[in-house]
């Protein structure tokens, strides 16, 4: 995204730049998403395949954990010079509170409803998450915001839990794992997305002593090197293609493979 925003040019000329669009709301129409799956071609046959977001859905991701794109794109094709900043956490650490709050909305104008859904009295009752997937909204700031399902979510380990045991996402190219272990492996595969293609990465605990979220972004750092910033994906393929790269495009490749996005650790509850 920091990459796709970098590389867009205008697709309409008559517009103008610096007014990008604000998504107060989700669409209620749009083309049926593409689909984007992690172990191949499509499978329309297979028992767990993707199941499509609803119609007026922005969702980066299906429940099957496979990318859908096609509808958040047209949004990154009018402007350039955005800044990506993502946001991971637990649950009801209130990531979607801060990022209403980047939004800029006004929670006392009457009818208006926030730009990404806060947990109800009823749900947080039921112990149940929020937010699923990734959730994208453009600010008039010029920020690409993506809100996005909690980590260490035993709500969401409940809902891809087999009565077996085994997980019903494939995270691993069609391997069967164990739900724990798939919960997991999501858990950093979101942590990884986000560090690539965010310029800030907002990440939120409830205080300094939980050290679950630093221990994730620690793993996050350690798979997240080799990861090229999406920016250069396509200069470098056309650099490797000739022979003998002189000092400084090496130098470049070098910089380009040590990127992360900017992590930056909030503390949502001060304890004495």
Known sequence: MAGSTSGTTSSNPSL?????KILLAKPSAGPVPGKFGR???????APHRARLPPVGSLNLLSDSWEFHIDRFLPFLTENTDFKVV???????????????????????S???????????????????????????RISAERLILLDTQSVFS?????????????????????ESLSAELAHEIMNIQL???????????????????????WHMM???DLLKHGIP???????????????????????????VEEYIGTPVFVHTKYVL
């Open 16 to 20: 103008n730049p610096s007014a990008p």
């Open 191 to 213: 942590g990884v997305l986000l560090a690539s293609i965010c310029h800030i990465l907002l990440v939120v605990s409830e205080g300094v002593h939980d050290n679950s979220m």
């Open 39 to 45: 172990g191949g071609g499509e499978d329309e046959t």
């Open 110 to 136: 009457p009818g208006m409803l926030p730009p990404f859904a806060i947990q109800s009295e009823e749900t947080r009752a039921m112990a149940r998450h929020c937010t699923v997937g990734i959730e994208p």
């Open 86 to 108: 993502g946001i991971i956490g637990p649950p009801g650490a209130g990531k979607s509170t801060i990022m209403n709050e980047l939004y800029g909305f006004d929670g006392v």
């Open 218 to 220: 620690l793993t996050v």
């Open 229 to 255: 910033d999406p920016s250069y994906i396509t200069p470098l393929h056309s650099q490797s293609s000739t022979l003998g790269l002189h000092k400084e495009g090496k130098d470049k490749v070098h910089e």
């Open 154 to 174: 035993p709500s969401i380990l409940s809902e891809i839990m087999r009565p077996d045991g085994s997980s019903t996402v494939s995270v691993l190219s069609g």
